[in-house]
């Protein structure tokens, strides 16, 4: 279905339900995709996410890539003393599989007084 003024369209996602929408997606035109991953380890995942749902993200993102999104950015929030260790493996991840890996700086709303400068996480720490 085409939206009059519409050219380009992108979706954000955690990915855990991609697997099984990501061919409806393709075929209704999506053709670009921004997913939320912060880790490939799976214990990292669960901590961080609450959820033990990494290997749905990945398949989902398998699944992705099988039906033709070429266009897939990872977003990886940098939290200082939680995703040092995954910087290096999810550019790996990356570039082995055409992805852009975009790494964004940790910036809660505050609510939970969650912002420390502890947790920055910059090129230089």
Not at 7 to 24: G, M, P, S
Not at 76 to 105: H, N, Q, S, T, W
């Amino acid at each position: 279905m085409a939206i009059p003024g519409i050219r380009d369209i992108a979706l954000t996602t955690n990915a855990v339900l991609l697997e099984k929408h990501a061919r409806d997606l393709y075929a209704a035109g999506l053709r670009r995709l921004n997913i939320h991953l912060d880790t490939l380890d799976r214990e990292r995942f669960k901590f961080i996410t609450r959820r033990d749902d990494l290997p749905r993200v990945l398949a989902g993102i398998d699944e992705a890539v099988r039906v033709g999104f070429e266009k897939i950015k990872l977003n990886v929030v940098a939290v200082k003393g939680l995703i040092e260790p995954d910087i290096v493996p999810m550019a790996v991840y990356c570039r082995e599989r055409g992805f852009e890996p975009r790494y964004i700086e940790f910036m809660p709303l505050d609510s939970q007084s969650l912002w420390t400068a502890r947790r920055f996480c910059s090129r230089t720490t």
